[in-house]
Structures are given as structure tokens and as C-alpha cells.
């Protein structure tokens, strides 16, 4: 089965920027829609982010203009670009599918936005 391992995560000033990774053990050729997801501490993970197959992307409104999403099928690989980071925007991140199905969910990369 698929494995995802997340990482890039760190401590960065506000207005700052980070590009997070997201490597997967298998192929995930077949997976039409891959995200990027957040979870903040006693808060519901979120999607903040998500990519097509072809490349095709949406955004939740309070990321909207500051981050990118990307993906690689060849290197089985999702990148999230952050950008003008605020200190909302703390929380651990996390790479799944956007489906009815997920994969078993990483362990996450923790994202600290402080001053």
C-alpha cells in the first residue's frame, strides 16, 4: 500500500515562505485529485489545497494567492509553496487523496508561523 511521507516544515517569521514535500512509496498515477491538508491544535483537519492529474488546482479562500500547489507523477511527489505566511496559518500539514478513499494518513509536517 501507498505510504506518504511529509516534510519542509519549520519556523518561519510572518511574511515568510516554506515548500513543503510530500513523497509517496507508491505510484500515484492512478489518484485523479491529490491535497494538501491542515490540522491546528482542538480544530478539524482541512483541505487547504488540491491538484488534478492534469494539473487542473483549487484553494481554500485563506490560502487563495499565497500558496502553490504542485505534483510530479513521474517522482510520485506533491509540493505545497507557501508564501507570505501569516501566523494563522500554524498547524501540522499533511498530503492525502481528495476521494472517498484516503490512504493511511502520515504523520505530518509541523508549520510554525511566529514572530
Known amino acids: 500500500q501507498v505510504q506518504l511521507v511529509e516534510s519542509g516544515g519549520g519556523l518561519v517569521q510572518p511574511g515568510g515562505s516554506l515548500r513543503l514535500s510530500c513523497a509517496a512509496s507508491?505510484?500515484?498515477?492512478?489518484?485523479?485529485?491529490m491535497g494538501w491538508y491542515r490540522q491546528a491544535p482542538g480544530k478539524q483537519r482541512e483541505l487547504v489545497a488540491a491538484i488534478t492529474r492534469g494539473g487542473s488546482t483549487n484553494y481554500a479562500d485563506s490560502v487563495k494567492g499565497r500558496f502553490t500547489i504542485s505534483r510530479d507523477n513521474a517522482k510520485n511527489g506533491v509540493y505545497l509553496q507557501m508564501n507570505s505566511l501569516k501566523p494563522e496559518d500554524t498547524a501540522v500539514y499533511y498530503c492525502?487523496?481528495?476521494?472517498?478513499?484516503?490512504?493511511?494518513w502520515g504523520q505530518g509536517t509541523q508549520v510554525t508561523v511566529s514572530s
Open positions: 507508491g505510484s500515484i498515477f492512478s489518484i485523479n485529485t
Open positions: 492525502n487523496t481528495f476521494s472517498v478513499i484516503y490512504y493511511p
